[in-house]
């Protein structure tokens, strides 16, 4: 990939990017009504569709993951991965990169978990269809440079969605913030290439908010993850800002998820 593509902040996605309004769509997220439709298909954990309203009604659908819905991993104990689905958007706002939808940690029908915003999109149109397309570029070197921080080790294809006009939408991030390396993807397509100067300012940016003990994001991950996590939160952002580039598959243990789809 070669051609300049949109930056991944100026993709029009459907739902609200002002501070003010976003922290109003996380409180009715958080404190709203949720009333479940069912459960969505395919899924390895239990994951409902439904929506959360006001009290005068007016509301938003939601995709709900209740922890003990959730199938426990050796790596990734169950009662954590609510916790991490919301670590991924904090991190990902305080980057300013619109990817991951508004998602709160709240209890529920089926008892806490995260209620993550949810967006419609064509579920045919996912990495491997639009990775070549030039007007994505942007959006695709930032989600790589995300999942990079995040440590994410299960960034399947139809886990990066399409709204169009090269906007990507990024979701299931339960497997995301282990403290040793379990980074696998499918987006090497940048490997070795130089991290684009404006996202690593917004690098530089979230490194320095996580340097200072009155940050509300660092406030929020205290929450959210362990100590050794956030440790390994800080060092991967050290690492890349360092670096300057995106890494190259590791030949230590693998790098691909499955299924890649």
């Known amino acids: 990939m070669t051609m300049a593509g949109r930056r991944s902040a100026d993709c029009v996605v459907p739902w609200p990017t002002g501070e003010t309004d976003s922290d109003r769509l996380l409180v ?4 709203g009504t ?6 969505m298909p395919w899924s390895s954990n239990y994951t409902f569709l439904g929506s959360v309203a006001d009290a005068s009604g007016a509301g938003h659908p939601v995709i709900y993951k209740p922890t003990r819905g959730a199938r426990p991993l050796w ?6 991965l609510a916790k991490r689905e919301v670590a991924a958007y904090v991190v990902c ?6 990817l991951v939808p508004p998602t709160v940690l709240r209890g529920g029908p089926h008892g806490r978990g995260s209620v993550q915003l949810y967006v419609d999109v064509d579920p045919d149109a996912h990495f491997f269809s639009f990775r070549d397309d030039p007007q994505y570029l942007h959006a695709l070197q930032a989600l790589a440079l995300f999942d990079l921080i995040a440590n994410n080790a299960d960034r399947k294809g139809g886990h990066c969605l399409s709204t169009g006009d090269g906007c990507i939408v990024a979701i299931d991030h339960g497997l995301c913030f282990h403290e040793e390396p379990k980074l696998r993807t499918v987006i090497w397509d940048f490997s070795t290439e130089p991290i684009p100067d404006d996202l690593l300012a917004d690098a530089r940016r979230f490194a320095q908010e996580l340097s200072n003990p009155e940050s509300a994001t660092l406030e929020q991950l205290k929450r959210l993850l362990s100590g050794a996590e956030l440790s390994a939160l800080r060092h991967r952002l050290d690492v890349v800002i360092e670096a300057g580039h995106y890494p190259a598959p590791p030949e230590d243990r693998r790098p691909y998820p499955w299924p890649l789809v």
Do not use: V
């Open 93 to 98: 706002r305080a980057l300013g990169w619109n």
């Open 34 to 39: 949720i009333e479940l439709a069912g459960l």
């Open 28 to 31: 009715l997220l958080g404190k």
């Open 75 to 80: 790596d990734f104990p169950a009662a954590t």
